[in-house]
């Protein structure tokens, strides 16, 4: 009698629940969009702030002093298959207490839609244009400079001095050399020129030679790619990060080759010698390193493998606050 009453009462029960019954979900579409591209990490009292501008894609045919197989076969062992290498574009934001320095600033829209974003960065990451102090540029190729301006032509970071090596300031700046260069370098001069006459208005441009310090942040002088091409270590607390700039555009080649040099360098043979000796030191000291081509956050570390190098990139890791 008991077990009949209980059978009743849990169908009972159950047929009552029936109607609260969660309904099926239906299906989640796709997002269809990426987190914002900014990466944060802590160098002994400084704050770095990876920025990813966007991407381009790079033919393979650009690399030279390895054969096409080489290539091919090298680009295959990091998985990057075809004819085109998706190529990041990276700037670097260092917070050294009262002063923000951005290393690079990107190219705007000045080689298409997929790179622009580093205004859209910035405040993602939670400072706005106005509060950059310094911008540091490696060499003025527009992927590196354009991005000082908004889409109107006015300075990005109004209250920002522009440094840059002044021969590499004298090279783009020339209406000589300008005049003189082949058509399809034409557009590189007249970029250049355009990016910072905002700024030379406002005498916010300024040019330095050799190993200038801006507080914690040194210039490394280390042409080849362009006439003044700049790398620059950053310093504190006992540890470093050597931002490479365009000393490497392409990771899975130029790592383990370091002798193969890219189309754009403007003196192939003193790039390659660049590349090498930052290569080492990086290797020899265990700097961190980061690189504007170098896939984002561009952040890691150089060891030697066989008769070049490999990189190692960083690990995500949260900003520690217990040190």
Do not use: C
């Not at 381009?56 to 295959?76: C, E, I, R, T």
């Not at 911008?135 to 032509?153: K, R, S, Y």
């Not at 040099?261 to 980061?290: C, M, Q």
Request: no cysteine.
């Amino acid at each position: 009698m008991i077990r009949r009453s209980l059978t009743a009462l849990a169908i009972a029960v159950g047929a009552s629940l029936l109607p609260f019954a969660a309904p099926a979900h239906a299906e989640a579409p796709a997002v269809g969009t990426q987190v914002p591209g900014y990466y944060r990490m802590a160098l002994g009292q400084l704050e770095i702030t990876a920025l990813y501008d966007g991407y381009v894609d790079l033919g393979a045919s650009v690399l030279l002093g390895a054969s096409k197989a080489d290539v091919q076969k090298l680009l295959a062992s990091k998985f990057i298959a075809g004819e085109k290498v998706q190529t990041a574009v990276n700037a670097y934001l260092i917070n050294a207490g009262g002063k923000l320095i951005l290393v690079d600033a990107g190219a705007a829209k000045a080689f298409g839609p997929t790179l622009g974003f580093i205004g859209d960065q910035l405040r993602a990451a939670g400072y706005s244009p106005e509060q950059v102090d310094v911008v540091l540029l490696t060499h003025l190729h527009a992927d590196h400079v354009a991005g000082i301006l908004t889409p109107e032509g006015k300075p990005l970071f109004p209250n920002a001095e522009i440094h840059v090596d002044k021969a590499e300031s004298d090279f783009w700046l020339s209406e000589a050399n300008a005049a003189s260069a082949p058509k399809d370098f034409k557009p590189f001069f007249e970029l250049a020129r355009k990016s910072v006459a905002p700024y030379q208005a406002i005498g916010k441009y300024k040019t330095f030679t050799g190993e200038a310090d801006f507080g914690g942040v040194k210039a490394v002088p280390s042409n080849g790619h362009t006439p003044g091409h700049t790398s620059y270590l950053v310093e504190s607390g006992g540890q470093r990060l050597l931002i490479l700039g365009d000393a490497v555009h392409a990771h899975a080649v130029q790592f383990a080759r370091p002798e193969v040099a890219i189309e754009f360098d403007t003196d192939k043979k003193a790039a390659i010698a660049a590349r090498k000796k930052l290569f080492a030191w990086a290797a020899k000291e265990k700097l961190l390193v980061s690189g504007m081509h170098l896939p984002f956050p561009g952040i890691g570390h150089v060891r030697t493998e066989g008769k070049g190098y490999a990189w190692v990139p960083v690990e995500y890791s949260p900003i520690r606050t217990d040190k």
